[in-house]
């Protein structure tokens, strides 16, 4: 599930193979498991065929030679049909017991879970809250419930600030203590860097949870608040915190609540707060936009509307303060795209105001917004301030708005209230324009962002003139000014056109699209990603029969398969014909009528005596012998012993044959998988290939080999059953045949129904896990908007469908019993019958052979035939796996030996792109015929706005998408003619979703230990993510005091680096990470590849300035100076000292040059830009340094 959910960071960093390598090692411990399971199943399946046998023998030695009694026919074979009905019980006893032991796991692990701390109910931690206020009061918050302290749980090693698990950080040198500025009083803050003391010091060591501590803060209802701060000190968690998802340890929260009959008065709206205040609970009228985007996997409509009846005046307004109108010009069928799980068809930007939109769009009164600016451009970022957050209109009247940025420049002057937090603790609060009073605002930004004064600075005259009430720097900072809609917003942003519009405009294109190339996909025209899941049809093929076949071994496995079940059935057969004799020789018939002819009288007798000749005895002294109870009790129990031993070679075949099969189907599959195109993975959910790796692939292990192992059996039985009776009675030949034609009859009706209700049923599990894996992903989200029943509803209807079909399959399985057994039943009458009107010629014992072997023959008739049902059934599962077989690959992942780059390439990473024309869908270009150079370690800067391809060409450069006409050459080389994973092991990209997995530090930087751990280090360091005395380089104490007299910012966060061990353990997704650091562990991959060409897709977009800036020193430094970079960025100023700046738009090139010339031109396009971001001035004398 891991590496799916991952699975564009796998392929962007051509880690596939070796993925796949850890996989196989894993599945092959299973494997493992699997001997073992079969083991005890086999030592099961001995005692079960010897236990009755014994009892069986010792019944008859009791009734034979203690008592003195004579063995008859009656006796002898009601009391075998009798045995052999204990030991098909004792069967099912086997079965039921290992059944009940795989469900007592379950339920173990289900008890374990559900015996786990919750999350306290946010009811539990909210203050009586009469006069609707929001914020904390003495507040002292965790990650970490008491449970998990009191077991132990504390040892975690890693941190977090806007984590929603368990993490750990250095401790925080600054003493708890009131907040440095409250809004009730005008006290002077202290400097940070005066409560570093040597007792922290001393304890730099130190870790603890991450916790928020003495949070005093109120945030005004209906006002705008921002909440500050570096990367990891704790804003999203403050966040998190209000909406429940903390532990409150002390203090109380202050949430507005919403009362059921308010709740009532909102429809369905409020379904769920009208369910829970019916049980004496509030809800909060919350609504939560969280850093990283969750969506839904359908259509853009349904992820704004999330549940709300449809507004069409309301739906229009808040696409457009939302600034997504012009996002869906571009994309196929407008609002009614499918955006893929988890938004994988949209950018970083849309996907943030998608969730923006959602928000804004519900009728919640408190909008919680976790940083939703960093991922657009400036000019976006302002129109969402200035038309969304800051809007007099209807939409947002009297709605309470919090919102986390790292742009406090461009949202202070418009802010109620702020707060500022390092390390856990509110540094700052209160309204602006108070702190601007008490002159602490300047000094306390500068440590924020130490680039806030001079991007103020640097504002162009017109912004300079639009700013006169506030003044040039932070010192005259009016709350109250510039609330105006910024007259130069583009056009495409305040579109005001319908969406009605739209849609006809769009049917034209498809119109012409189609017309143009026939072959189109109209599903993708129409912007259906997700494709119905394919299900087979009729009869299984015989393909996939072979396939399976020969998987497990072949024609030789399958022959030695069968002699080993032609074996099993003459012990069985053998066994059985003792007793016969044993009966005629106490009728006095011996062994001269029909039953002498037989093979097992031949053999058993012939083998006697040759024995006794060689040894020198009198056959006649060893008559009695033979005659006596216990000769025959004696082979009865050789031949059982030989075929309970013989079970085991049996079961070691099924064994090998069952693992061979599913360790190479699942080989075969993961490979497919592991290269299938892009596209599959867009559009296929996750829950549909796990349920092929789980379900599927469980079917094949356990279930599949076994049933056809049983089939064969029963057809060997059969088989020799039939010979058996017709050559002792020939005219049973005739009913046999008829039982058989109404068998088969009855059973190719069951098939047709079964065979596809068994389709269904293995397809309808795909939904059940995508959707429980989207609830758990957007569980934050989920409970905040209170529609947790809604989901719980469709997860249960889901479930209730698939076991809805499973019950139909097991009546229908019923049905086919019931039928059969009474065909069976009729036809042992028959030949009870029979045997009554031939009583002249048939004696005792070969009446109770023959009506032993009749029932024998249609009980082996139905499992034979049931079994076949079976088996066409459970070979779905090997269909369902064989259509993933087929699924389309990417290109060869390894170069051919011709093509094959030498070790050292790339060795300057020189770029050449000539004419290159991309396309998501033929005939749809997304990049225009674009040529560009690139000199070695040239520093570019890729800016444009969203959809003007800047992503789409690095996944170019990197061949997640193929380019369709033109060509790339890195270092002379033309990329197409390598193999992916040589090309992309030799690029590194720092995307701006970064994926971690679950593991240490060291295991998500350096996945296959390739590097040094003082390697690791010195990244970590670069990317402060380590404490310094940790770095192989400086010594943490001497610097952090240092530093203490100077930045006390910067000595506090050297102190609080997030890391203490390459060890450390990171959650699932980086989850016990924010964003923000988990983009600097991405960075710090990046630094130990040291590849020749690196690509930063917004790599920085979530990380406060100043980190920003620090890193991009580190960019610029020695680490990537013989590195060629591409930085697709939005802040303007992390690229406006690059060499050179490439200006995309709608896929074309439209400026390439250097950021000073771009400057120059008064109508250029980057000018535009940088004119709009509010900083021109600063941005143009960076250029001129």
């Not at 790292?406 to 390092?422: E, K």
């Not at 991009?1112 to 930085?1127: K, P």
């Amino acid at each position: 599930m891991e590496v799916l959910q991952g699975i564009k960071a796998v392929k962007l960093f051509g880690w596939e193979s070796r993925f796949m390598k850890n996989i196989a090692e894993q599945h092959d411990k299973q494997l493992k498991y699997s001997w073992v399971i079969f083991a005890w199943r086999t030592l099961l399946c001995i005692v079960g065929e010897l236990m009755p046998v014994t009892v069986f023998v010792l019944i008859l030695y009791m009734y034979t030679v203690v008592f003195g009694n004579k063995l008859t026919a009656e006796i002898a074979f009601t009391s075998l049909s009798v045995f052999d009905t204990v030991y098909y019980a004792i069967l099912r006893v086997q079965h039921y017991f290992t059944n009940f032991t795989d469900i007592s796991v379950s339920i173990n692990r289900i008890n374990t879970y559900l015996g786990s701390s919750h999350i306290q109910d946010l009811e539990e931690r909210v203050a009586s809250n009469t006069e609707n206020m929001l914020g904390f009061e003495c507040a002292d918050l965790e990650w970490m419930s008491p449970e998990e302290k009191n077991n132990g749980n504390a040892e975690s090693n890693t941190a977090s600030s806007g984590a929603n698990n368990t993490t750990t950080r250095v401790n925080s040198p600054v003493t708890e203590q009131t907040p440095l500025l409250s809004g009730e009083s005008s006290s002077t803050p202290v400097s940070l860097a005066a409560n570093v003391s040597s007792a922290s010091l001393a304890k730099l060591d130190d870790v603890l949870p991450f916790s928020l501590k003495g949070i005093d803060v109120l945030f005004p209802i209906g006002g705008f608040s921002i909440v500050a701060g570096p990367t990891g000190s704790g804003k999203s968690s403050l966040l998190s915190a209000l909406i429940g998802e903390m532990t409150l340890t002390r203090g109380s929260i202050m949430v507005p609540t919403l009362d059921s009959k308010i709740a009532s008065a909102g429809g369905s709206k409020y379904k769920d707060i009208v369910d829970i205040a019916n049980e004496g609970l509030a809800l909060h009228d919350i609504a939560y936009v969280a850093q990283e985007p969750w969506l839904r996997n359908a259509t853009i409509r349904e992820n704004i509307l999330f549940g709300e009846t449809y507004e069409k005046e309301r739906y229009e307004e808040v696409l457009r303060v939302c600034a997504l109108k012009p996002d869906l010009r571009i994309l196929p069928a407008g609002d009614e795209t499918e955006i893929g799980e988890r938004g994988v068809t949209l950018s970083g930007g849309q996907k943030q105001r998608l969730t923006l939109a959602r928000a804004v769009y519900s009728r919640h009164r408190i909008l919680l917004i976790d940083d939703c600016l960093s991922a657009v451009d400036a000019h976006t970022g302002k129109h969402i301030l200035m038309e969304c957050l800051l809007s007099s209109t209807k939409l947002m009247q009297g709605r309470t708005r919090v919102l986390i940025t790292h742009h406090v420049p461009m949202c202070l002057p418009y802010a109620d209230f702020m707060v500022m937090l390092n390390n856990g603790r509110v540094v700052l609060k209160g309204a602006p324009q108070e702190l601007k009073t008490q002159g602490v605002l300047k000094s306390l930004l500068k440590e924020l962002d130490s680039s806030s004064e001079s991007a103020d600075k640097g504002k162009s005259p017109a912004d300079q003139a639009d700013d006169k009430d506030k003044g040039k720097d932070i010192d005259n900072i009016d709350a109250t000014a510039g609330k105006s809609v910024e007259k130069d917003m583009v056009q495409a942003v305040n579109d005001t056109k319908s969406e009605d519009e739209y849609t006809k405009e769009r049917l034209q294109k498809m119109t012409e699209q189609q017309s143009v190339d026939p072959n189109t996909d109209l599903g993708v025209l129409q912007g259906i990603l997700v494709e119905e899941e394919e299900c087979g049809e009729g009869q299984v093929k015989f393909e996939v029969w072979t396939t399976f076949m020969d998987i497990c071994g072949g024609s030789r496995y399958w022959a030695l398969l069968m002699v080993t079940a032609i074996v099993a059935e003459l012990f069985s057969t053998m066994k059985n014909y003792a007793i016969r004799l044993w009966v005629s020789s106490n009728d006095g018939n011996g062994s001269d009528n029909v039953a002498s002819s037989l093979y097992f009288s031949m053999t058993m007798d012939g083998a006697t005596d040759k024995m006794m000749h060689l040894s020198g005895i009198s056959t006649d002294r060893v008559m009695p012998i033979k005659n006596s109870p216990t000769y025959w009790l004696s082979i009865y129990m050789f031949v059982s012993t030989l075929r309970a031993f013989w079970d085991i070679i049996q079961t070691y075949y099924v064994c090998y044959g069952g693992i061979r099969a599913e360790r190479d189907i699942h080989k075969k599959l993961l490979q497919t998988v592991m290269h299938a195109t892009p596209r599959f993975f867009d559009s296929t959910p996750v829950g549909r290939i796990v349920n092929r790796f789980s379900g599927d692939m469980n079917s094949i292990d356990q279930t599949t080999i076994s049933n056809l192992m049983s089939w064969l059996s029963s057809f060997v039985t059969l088989a020799m059953t039939t010979v058996i009776i017709v050559s002792v009675i020939p005219i049973f030949a005739f009913p046999a045949t008829v039982i058989v034609i109404a068998y088969a009859s009855i059973a190719h009706y069951y098939l047709a129904m079964a065979r596809e209700l068994k389709r269904i049923q293995s397809a309808s599990m795909s939904p059940v896990i995508s959707a429980f894996s989207e609830m758990i992903n957007g569980v934050t989200v989920i409970r905040t908007f209170g529609v947790k029943s809604h989901y719980i509803k469709e997860v249960l209807n889901r479930v209730s469908n698939s076991n809805r079909l499973r019950f139909m399959l097991m009546v229908g399985s019923q049905w086919l019993e019931l039928r059969m057994y009474t065909i069976s039943s009729a036809f042992t009458l028959i030949c009870a019958v029979f045997v009554l009107f031939n009583a002249s010629w048939v004696d005792a014992g070969l009446a109770g052979f023959l009506l032993t072997y009749a029932t024998s023959f249609s009980s082996e008739t139905f499992w034979a035939i049931h079994g076949y049902t079976s088996n066409e059934q459970n070979m779905s599962a090997v269909e369902r796996v064989m259509q993933y077989l087929k699924i389309d690959q990417e290109a060869a992942s390894e170069s051919t030996p011709e093509n094959k780059p030498s070790a050292l390439w790339p060795k300057t990473g020189n770029v050449e792109i000539e004419n290159l024309v991309a396309e998501y869908v033929p005939g749809v270009p997304v990049l225009h015929g674009i040529s560009l150079s690139v000199c070695h370690g040239e520093k570019i800067g890729v800016v444009g706005r969203t959809g003007a391809g800047k992503s789409t060409m690095s996944l170019v450069l990197l061949r997640f998408i193929e380019a369709s006409e033109g060509r790339i050459m890195l270092d002379g080389v033309d990329i197409s003619t390598i193999g992916l994973e040589d090309l992309r092991r030799n690029i590194t990209i720092i995307p701006q979703d970064p994926v971690l997995f679950n593991g240490t530090v060291r295991y998500n930087i350096d996945p296959f230990e390739e590097y040094p751990d003082e390697l690791i280090w010195d990244a970590l360091r670069r990317t402060h993510l380590t404490h310094e005395q940790n770095s192989q380089t400086t010594s943490a104490s001497a610097s952090i005091v240092e530093d203490a007299n100077t930045d006390g910012n910067l000595a506090l966060e050297r102190m609080a680096g997030i890391f203490g061990s390459l060890d450390d353990e990171i959650k699932q997704n980086g989850q016990s990470l924010s964003l923000g650091q988990r983009q600097l562990v991405a960075m710090a991959r990046a630094l130990v590849r040291r590849s020749k060409l690196i690509i930063m897709d917004e790599a920085t977009a979530s990380v406060d300035f100043d980190t920003d800036e620090r890193l991009q020193r580190t960019i610029r430094g020695y680490e990537f100076a013989n590195s060629t970079l591409f930085c697709i960025a939005h802040r303007l100023h992390t690229i406006i000292d690059y060499d050179r700046v490439l200006v995309l738009d709608k896929g074309k090139v439209v400026e390439f040059d250097t950021p000073k010339n771009l400057l120059r031109k008064k109508d250029g396009v980057f000018r535009s830009m940088c004119e709009k971001t509010g900083e021109y001035e600063y941005l143009a004398a960076t250029t001129n340094r």
